[in-house]
Every structure is written in structure tokens, then in C-alpha cells.
């Protein structure tokens, strides 16, 4: 039987995305410093630059895939290849970059003050977050015609509040958010980076303590009167699908080597152990890991196979024999519902 020797889930998880991020860097670094060397903008045009990142190469496929259908030529698209694994050639019709796997806001603020530069609006989308609709382009030309305008989401936080002179804002997120570059960089200079000090109250009982990517700088467009509009939750569920929070089981089954390794991992479930999301993050991802390879082989044709990825049908009894752990609004449905859609529309 294998035996994990560091004592906490959640140091484990930290481990394993440090040591992900090394291994990957050796195929990334050159290009990375290549990139800084020439930083090369995208050519003027009315059309949005939308951009991802990537660290899980069958979901840049998915990805691109639902991409182009919803929207065709209508963005240029710019991918961030943080694995070193992509092909280009799979991607015809966008810039892809490998680059080194720095922090989520690191890389969106080198896209929108460098590559987006001759664009208005610059888009940032999660690679697990799938357009599923062109309307998305309608919103954002609807939005953006008010000047005050600085960003839109389609995907808010929804677990904690911004509360800015008596009234209540839903955190735009940075999950699918559109920002003029005009006002965010040119005039604002600011950064989506995170940031201690959020006191800001939640729906789960504790302040978040911490500012995650574009939280700070949402905050800070409010203060001084801008509009960061959030698309309705009726409206925006037609337009985005998409999991959350995968980069951490991508690691973790980058960081074991056996479906034994990664089961062992979750051999002492006992809540003290757990904190936050990790248990209920990482076995949810790792299903939906299971969709994206279902998706990719319908797509391609060829299967992609990870070895550290237990079978489905494990996991999924994982799931029900811990989800006595889960807080109350971690939803059991969410991925499957998701995973029903992105087979329907495929």
C-alpha cells in the first residue's frame, strides 16, 4: 500500500502544484524568455482578445472546441500553453504560448497590458469555463457602449459580497470576465493581483480574509465609479458552462504516479484533516477530469489516458462516502449537470 508521508491534504495539494509547475518549467522556460524578449501585441482590431491558460492539454481541446463553436472569428483567441505539452497546429486560428506557470493574475496582466494592447476589450476566460453561446459577444458590445463600463462577468463569486458605501456587489470573479483595457490599464494601471485584508462578509459564516485575481482591483473601479456589470444569473447560465477550481486535482494527478497513489490520498477523510475546499474541490475535479477525457476522445477520436486517475465509479463512491464532510452549499450535482450539458452540446 502507498503511503503518503506528508501529514495534511492541503500540503500535499501545495506540494504537488510546486512541484507540477517545476517539471513543467522545463519546457516553458526558454519560450517564456523568448516571449519577454519580443512581447509581440496582437494587431489592432474591433474584435475582442480572448484568453486562457492551460495546464491539462485535453481540456485546451475541449476548450477551443466549444469556443470556436459558440464564436467563431469573431475574437482572436491566445492561449497560454503552461504544461509545454500543446500543439499549436491543434489550435489553427490562435496564438499559443508556452509560458512558465506563473500565478493566474500574473499571466492575465502580461495578456492585458501587452498583447491586448491594441484591443478595447480584453477578455480572460478559465479554461474549464466553456462558451456555449455567441450571445456573449451581443452582451459585451450592449455593455460596453457605457463608457463608465469597466468590466463584465459571466461568471460573479457568489459565497461573498462586496459592501462599498452601504450597498452590496457581487465579486465579478475572474472565471469568464471582459475588461476595457482603456480604463483598467491605460487610465486605472491597475492589476488583477490578489491581495491580503478582505473583510468583506460571506455566505458561509467567515470573511474571505483574501482578495483573489481582479478582487482588489473590482473593488478599487467601484470606489472610484466605474460599473462592473455582472450578467444576470438566468442569462449568463444560457451563454457559460464550466467546472471551478481544477488546476488542483490537474496536480495532483500530475504529482502521483498510480490510481493507488491518488486513493490513498484520501484514506483518512476525518474532517480535522480537511480545511476548506480541498475534499470536496479535488474529487469533484477529478470527475470532472473523467468528462473532459470523455469529451476530448469524442472530439479527436483518441483516447488520452493519465495513469493516477482512479476509475470513475471510485471516485464517485468517494464522493458519497465522504460527502458527510462537505460544507452545505457544496453542491453534489453541479459537475454532473455540467457534464450533461457539454455532451449534449457537443
Not at 194 to 199: D, I, Q, S
Not at 264 to 288: D, I, Q
Request: overall charge positive; charged content about 25%; proline content about 6%.
Amino acid at each position: 500500500m502507498y503511503t503518503i508521508t506528508v501529514s495534511l491534504p492541503h500540503e500535499i495539494l501545495a506540494h504537488s502544484f510546486k512541484a507540477m509547475s517545476l517539471k513543467a518549467a522545463m519546457r516553458t522556460a526558454v519560450p517564456t524568455m523568448l516571449y519577454y524578449l519580443m512581447r509581440s501585441p496582437l494587431p489592432k482590431s474591433e474584435k475582442p482578445a480572448l484568453f486562457t491558460m492551460n495546464i491539462l492539454p485535453p481540456m485546451m481541446t475541449v476548450w477551443y472546441h466549444f469556443a470556436r463553436k459558440a464564436l467563431g472569428d469573431r475574437v482572436d483567441y491566445v492561449i497560454f500553453d503552461c504544461s509545454g505539452k500543446l500543439d499549436p497546429k491543434d489550435f489553427l486560428g490562435a496564438r499559443v504560448q508556452k509560458f512558465l506557470n506563473f500565478y493566474a493574475a500574473t499571466k492575465s496582466d502580461e495578456f492585458l497590458r501587452h498583447i491586448a494592447k491594441n484591443r478595447k476589450i480584453g477578455w480572460i476566460c478559465d479554461d474549464d469555463m466553456f462558451p456555449m453561446s455567441g450571445e456573449m459577444l451581443n452582451v459585451l458590445e450592449r455593455e460596453f457602449r457605457d463608457p463608465k463600463t469597466a468590466s463584465v462577468s459571466f461568471r460573479p463569486r457568489d459565497w461573498w459580497r462586496l459592501e462599498i458605501d452601504g450597498k452590496s456587489y457581487e465579486p465579478s470573479s475572474s472565471y469568464c470576465t471582459a475588461l476595457n483595457r482603456e480604463i483598467f490599464v491605460d487610465r486605472e494601471h491597475l492589476s488583477l493581483a490578489p491581495a491580503n485584508g478582505n473583510n468583506h462578509p460571506s455566505n458561509i459564516g467567515k470573511a474571505p480574509g483574501r482578495y483573489d485575481t481582479f478582487d482588489k482591483a473590482n473593488e478599487i473601479l467601484i470606489k472610484k465609479g466605474y460599473r462592473c456589470a455582472i450578467v444576470p444569473k438566468e442569462e449568463r447560465d444560457r451563454y457559460l458552462t464550466g467546472f471551478s477550481g481544477m488546476s488542483g486535482a490537474v496536480a495532483l494527478l500530475e504529482y502521483f504516479k498510480t490510481r493507488e497513489q491518488t486513493l490513498a490520498f484520501y484514506e483518512t477523510p476525518e474532517k480535522e484533516r480537511w480545511s476548506g475546499n480541498v475534499l470536496f474541490g479535488t474529487l469533484s475535479s477529478m470527475l470532472a477530469v473523467w468528462t473532459i477525457l470523455e469529451l476530448y476522445e469524442r472530439i479527436t477520436g483518441e483516447p488520452y489516458i493519465i495513469p493516477s486517475l482512479p476509475a470513475r465509479a471510485v471516485l464517485e463512491q468517494l464522493r458519497e462516502d465522504h460527502k458527510q464532510y462537505f460544507r452545505s452549499d457544496q453542491s453534489l450535482t453541479w459537475f454532473d449537470d455540467v457534464r450533461t450539458r457539454l455532451l449534449r452540446e457537443l
